[in-house]
């Protein structure tokens, strides 16, 4: 909203009150639905169709007791969805050999399996994957020892959707694996 404050020869001015600040909230909300792997569009504080799906979609998926979003509880939404993103995060070397080690984790017709002896293997392309692994401050870094034979660090987050993957330690490409027992 632009509020009237007064002008200077013919200049008007406006002062922007309130609609900064719930851009800049909506703008959170889309980062936190980025970050858990839903799909709100740009990151630019519009509250848009793409937006409200995504948090009706990630509320749903986890469960959330917030009313339907807008821009006057865009604030609220911004603060559930960092919990919940936190929540997610898989941030020791326990809790990821807990939630992930041994289980089938798929995605578009590939899987890998992660093994508790450091190693991993699977099925990439139609064409057999296999590496080593290791724990570093909360990323997992794999070593791959086919295809590309190279090293990414990643943060891992388990989500009801299942294990949301973002590689370069969280600063990369994201993928979302259903994980199977």
Not at 126 to 144: E, M, P, S, V
């Amino acid at each position: 909203m632009m509020k009237f404050i007064g002008k200077i020869g013919i200049a008007v001015l406006f002062v922007v009150t309130g609609s900064t600040v719930a851009m800049a909230d909506v703008a959170c909300v889309q980062s936190e639905l980025k970050s858990a792997g839903y799909k709100p569009g740009p990151v630019d504080g519009a509250l848009g169709k793409k937006t409200y799906n995504a948090a009706a979609e990630m509320g749903k998926d986890y469960q959330l007791e917030t009313a339907k979003l807008s821009s006057d509880n865009s604030d609220e939404w911004c603060k559930t969805l960092k919990a919940a993103n936190e929540a997610a995060l898989v941030d020791t070397e326990a809790e990821l050999r807990e939630k992930v080690i041994g289980k089938k984790l798929t995605l578009d017709g590939n899987w890998v399996i992660i093994k508790a002896d450091g190693t991993f293997e699977g099925n990439f392309g139609k064409k057999a994957l296999a590496g080593t692994w290791n724990w570093q401050d909360i990323y997992w870094c794999r070593t791959l020892t086919t295809h590309s034979k190279n090293t990414d660090c990643q943060v891992y987050r388990v989500t009801p959707a299942g294990l949301y993957v973002t590689r370069q330690k969280g600063k990369g490409k994201s993928f979302l694996y259903t994980i199977e027992n």
